[in-house]
């Protein structure tokens, strides 16, 4: 399969070229989404997470195309406009959500397989250790490029991974315990 | 009781639960949207462009070709002197003024000129 020149696809979709613009979301759209889960879960906005990606990636295409073209890696970029817009949709709705009791119960969609119920693992962790771990295994980012995107130390981005991954294993090695590793945290199994 | 998984283990977990074909599909309609809206936009603007070059152009040679044309030049008028010159080149002025005087007379213009020429 020919290697896509992932910069070319972001000139093109700001150029109006649909099967780019499709072609980006879909290669994106996966990662950036569970990224923004794992942000927004800490509000209980993570079915908020198409939107906040929808939003980033509209911000995107607006971009001048001599801008993008300057762009040098365009995972952890998208990343870091994905996050930037999360934290906006929270600051936004943090109002409405500390009046919520409950958050929406999500449609039975009958039972979650194993890697879903992963996910919500890694979205049930604090929301600084879940973004590190999603921007490693979603967004395929090193540890350098994860610190650039969180503007944090590479030694904090490395400590913060080896806390979640050491609170992973030992919900792993509890299937039956519920997935609650912070207070209020709403997924339960 | 099942044993802690390793860490490598938990991150190929990660890994296969991260992985896009994995993941839940989203149909990403209101981005899709606005990049078609982007496209119409961008079309519409290169057409406009398209469109006002030509328009520029046209006007362009339209406007040479008006300021380089020669004016229309009026009929050679013939010398009052000039024998020759009258019937020869069609009725001038001067002619139609001349018959106005002496067809009231009854005399005929070739005539005059006839004595003229003598």
């Known amino acids: 399969m020919k290697a896509i020149d992932e910069r070319k696809l972001l000139v ?8 780019s613009a499709r072609l980006l979301w879909e290669l994106y759209a ?63 709705e943090r109002r409405e959500m500390k009046r919520r009791v409950h958050a929406a119960p999500a449609k039975d969609m009958g039972p979650p397989s194993s890697f879903e119920l992963l996910r919500r693992a890694v979205e049930a962790l604090p929301s600084d250790e879940a ?46 315990a519920p997935l609650k590793f912070v207070e209020g945290t709403r997924y339960a199994k | 009781m099942p044993s802690k998984p390793t860490q ?9 639960a991260y992985d896009s074909s994995r993941m839940p599909t989203h149909a990403g309609v209101e981005f899709l949207a606005e990049a078609h809206a982007r496209a119409v936009t961008l079309w519409l603007i290169r057409l406009a462009v398209v469109v ?55 005399i005929e213009r070739g005539l005059l000129v006839g004595v003229r020429s003598r």
């Not at chain 1, 093109?12 to 099967?19: D, I, L």
């Not at chain 1, 889960?37 to 980033?56: C, N």
């Not at chain 2, 490598?8 to 296969?16: A, H, K, Y």
Request: charged share 25%; aromatic share 4%.
């Open chain 1, 12 to 19: 093109r979709t700001a150029r109006g070229h649909g099967p």
């Open chain 1, 30 to 92: 996966p990662r950036l989404i569970g990224f923004a889960r794992s942000l927004l879960a800490s509000q209980g906005a993570q079915e908020h997470a198409e939107d906040v990606v929808q939003i980033a990636l509209c911000k995107v295409i607006e971009v001048p195309t001599h801008r993008l073209r300057k762009v040098e890696a365009v995972g952890p970029w998208l990343f870091t406009i994905v996050r930037t817009s999360a934290l906006n949709h929270m600051r936004g």
């Open chain 1, 131 to 176: 973004e590190v771990v999603t921007l490693r295994h979603a967004g395929g980012l090193t540890f350098d490029q994860v610190s650039e995107v969180l503007a944090i130390p590479r030694s904090t981005a490395a400590s913060r991974y080896s806390r979640a991954i050491e609170r992973l294993r030992e919900s792993l090695a509890e299937p039956e």
């Open chain 2, 8 to 16: 490598d283990e938990v991150g190929r977990l990660l890994d296969g």
């Open chain 2, 52 to 106: 006002g070059i030509a328009a520029a152009v046209g006007l362009a040679v339209v406007g040479y070709k008006l300021a380089t044309a020669s004016p229309a030049l009026p009929d050679a008028l013939p010398a009052h002197d000039d024998p020759g010159a009258g019937p020869r080149n069609g009725a001038t002025g001067s002619d139609r003024m001349r018959d106005a005087i002496l067809e009231p007379l009854g």
